[in-house]
């Protein structure tokens, strides 16, 4: 109960927080180009808390449920005023109306609200940088026998301090350049005892999409020495009746040896139907047990298990000089800016099953772990998700950020705005489209959910 409500309670405060960064963007920019601002509300529906500016002009309203948020100009939406209203205006008021203002004045405010998520974003990378971030060193801890690491010369503890040219401290970064390689080479310069060298490695396309698999571990065969935790065994499962427990550390399954969960679920996915010999660690003793995986709707062995990753190495805490930290703002907001274009580029076209595709639950998931990992993680996770917001709000569809700068594209190329008519109409077209998007996403959620 308690790990439930820390988990929502994680949630609310990263949506409120991210809705109120973006809101905050059209919001200041409206009112610094002088379009009136008559509301600004983080949340829907009863209002908690509400004030007026010290120039009585805007209403601020908390509210009761804090999934969403806006921001009312005067004259934003013309068709849905009276002539009555439109009379009773000051000239000064008319003036200042969202509808009368230049194309251009319009779009700076439309598009302020995923500008300021990507500036959210920038400044919490430049926090984690200079705050210090608990890191798995780039130690390599595991070579696969006959793999692309060992036959190029590696060897267990080598130290990569860079790749392709690029400086690492973390393990996270040597996979996240080892994923651009794929299909090309990798040149890494390795720390051993003291003697650095120069390793060149061709890195094969992976039969799945780079975005989804562990390159470094699964196709170049080298890990930093990660090992496979049993989190929880489901009672009556295949794991259950065949001895798994929690906290059991899985050595090998076949005898092959075992360095990453996605070399784990694999090789269980494959056995279904088949008893197959899995080692495991547990205390200071090594058992055998046999295993059976069920195959599942799909065909796919299943045992039963939640798995968890956890170092063999202990965990480094590097932290960014000043000017080291501020390029690590930009830099990782435009990697994680480039990494969800590429995502949702590839599930358009089926690159990448849409059943990747997380939801409310998904993410309010998330948010509890990182919250329990501390501050640091949890800054993270709110800078990914801002990033993620940005990029979403920038699609061209109508009722999104992105929908009105087409509209006003347009505007600005004919000399006059679309009809009512046909705005409301392919506003319909946008508001379907996001609520089947955001249906598909919960589907995911429930489905993994169900599945464990």
Same mark, same amino acid.
């Given at each position: 109960?308690?790990?439930?409500?820390?988990?929502?309670?994680?949630?609310?405060?990263?949506?409120?927080?991210?809705?109120?960064?973006?809101?905050?963007?059209?919001?200041?920019?409206?009112?610094?180009?002088?379009?009136?601002?008559?509301?600004?509300?983080?949340?829907?529906?009863?209002?908690?808390?509400?004030?007026?500016?010290?120039?009585?002009?805007?209403?601020?309203?908390?509210?009761?449920?804090?999934?969403?948020?806006?921001?009312?100009?005067?004259?934003?939406?013309?068709?849905?005023?009276?002539?009555?209203?439109?009379?009773?205006?000051?000239?000064?008021?008319?003036?200042?109306?969202?509808?009368?203002?230049?194309?251009?004045?319009?779009?700076?405010?439309?598009?302020?609200?995923?500008?300021?998520?990507?500036?959210?974003?920038?400044?919490?990378?430049?926090?984690?940088?200079?705050?210090?971030?608990?890191?798995?060193?780039?130690?390599?801890?595991?070579?696969?026998?006959? #793999?692309? %690491?060992?036959?190029? =010369? &590696?060897?267990?503890? *080598?130290? /990569?301090?860079?790749?392709? !040219?690029?400086? +690492?401290?973390?393990?996270?970064?040597?996979?996240?350049?080892?994923?651009?390689?794929?299909?090309?080479?990798?040149?890494?310069?390795?720390?051993?005892?003291?003697?650095?060298?120069?390793?060149?490695?061709?890195?094969?396309?992976?039969?799945?999409?780079?975005?989804?698999?562990?390159?470094?571990?699964?196709?170049?065969?080298?890990?930093?020495?990660?090992?496979?935790?049993?989190?929880?065994?489901?009672?009556? #499962?295949? %794991?259950?009746?065949? =001895? &798994?427990?929690?906290? *059991?550390? /899985?050595?090998?399954?076949? !005898?092959?040896? +075992?360095?990453?969960?996605?070399?784990?679920?694999?090789?269980?996915?494959?056995?279904?139907?088949?008893?197959?010999?899995?080692?495991?660690?547990?205390?200071?003793?090594?058992?055998?047990?046999?295993?059976?995986?069920?195959?599942?709707?799909?065909?796919?062995?299943?045992?039963?298990?939640?798995?968890?990753?956890?170092?063999?190495?202990?965990?480094?805490?590097?932290?960014?000089?000043?000017?080291?930290?501020?390029?690590?703002?930009?830099?990782?907001?435009?990697?994680?800016?480039?990494?969800?274009?590429?995502?949702? !580029?590839?599930?358009?076209?089926?690159?990448?099953?849409?059943?990747?595709?997380?939801?409310?639950?998904?993410?309010?998931?998330?948010?509890?772990?990182?919250?329990?990992?501390?501050?640091?993680?949890?800054?993270?996770?709110?800078?990914?998700?801002?990033?993620?917001?940005?990029?979403?709000?920038?699609?061209?569809?109508?009722?999104?950020?992105?929908?009105?700068?087409?509209?006003?594209?347009?505007?600005?190329?004919?000399?006059?705005?679309?009809?009512?008519?046909?705005?409301?109409?392919?506003?319909?077209?946008?508001?379907?489209?996001?609520?089947?998007?955001?249906?598909?996403?919960?589907?995911?959620?429930?489905?993994?959910?169900?599945?464990?």
């Amino acid at each position: 109960m308690i790990e439930t409500l820390h988990t929502v309670a994680a949630f609310v405060v990263a949506i409120a927080l991210l809705i109120a960064v973006h809101e905050f963007g059209h919001f200041i920019v409206a009112r610094k180009l002088g379009v009136k601002v008559e509301k600004f509300s983080i949340g829907f529906g009863p209002a908690l808390l509400k004030w007026r500016s010290r120039d009585q002009e805007v209403l601020y309203v908390i509210a009761a449920i804090p999934l969403g948020g806006y921001v009312k100009m005067l004259g934003e939406n013309p068709d849905e005023q009276g002539e009555e209203t439109k009379v009773e205006l000051s000239e000064a008021d008319k003036k200042r109306a969202f509808d009368v203002q230049p194309v251009w004045k319009r779009a700076s405010i439309a598009v302020a609200g995923p500008l300021f998520n990507f500036l959210f974003a920038i400044v919490a990378y430049m926090v984690i940088g200079w705050g210090g971030q608990s890191v798995l060193p780039p130690v390599i801890g595991q070579i696969a026998p006959a #793999s692309i %690491a060992e036959q190029a =010369g &590696l060897l267990e503890q *080598d130290r /990569i301090v860079a790749a392709n !040219g690029t400086t +690492v401290h973390s393990w996270q970064q040597v996979e996240e350049i080892a994923k651009t390689r794929v299909g090309g080479n990798l040149s890494l310069l390795v720390d051993r005892g003291g003697s650095e060298r120069n390793v060149d490695l061709n890195v094969p396309l992976p039969e799945r999409d780079p975005l989804l698999v562990n390159v470094a571990a699964d196709t170049i065969g080298m890990g930093p020495g990660t090992q496979v935790v049993v989190a929880e065994v489901v009672k009556d #499962s295949p %794991a259950d009746m065949g =001895g &798994l427990k929690a906290d *059991d550390v /899985i050595l090998d399954i076949e !005898g092959n040896p +075992v360095s990453g969960i996605s070399g784990f679920i694999d090789e269980i996915r494959a056995q279904a139907g088949k008893t197959i010999s899995v080692s495991v660690q547990r205390g200071e003793v090594v058992v055998n047990l046999d295993i059976a995986p069920q195959a599942d709707n799909s065909g796919h062995g299943r045992i039963g298990a939640k798995m968890t990753a956890r170092s063999a190495l202990p965990p480094e805490i590097y932290h960014m000089g000043a000017v080291e930290g501020i390029q690590y703002g930009f830099v990782r907001t435009w990697e994680m800016t480039s990494m969800t274009l590429e995502v949702l !580029g590839k599930m358009l076209t089926a690159a990448i099953s849409p059943e990747n595709l997380g939801g409310p639950i998904a993410i309010a998931q998330i948010a509890g772990k990182t919250a329990e990992l501390g501050i640091i993680a949890f800054i993270s996770f709110l800078a990914l998700i801002s990033v993620n917001l940005g990029v979403l709000n920038l699609l061209p569809i109508p009722v999104l950020d992105g929908g009105h700068l087409v509209y006003l594209g347009i505007e600005k190329l004919r000399g006059a705005p679309l009809s009512p008519k046909v705005m409301e109409r392919t506003q319909i077209v946008g508001i379907v489209l996001i609520a089947a998007l955001m249906i598909f996403a919960f589907y995911n959620d429930i489905s993994r959910w169900l599945k464990g």
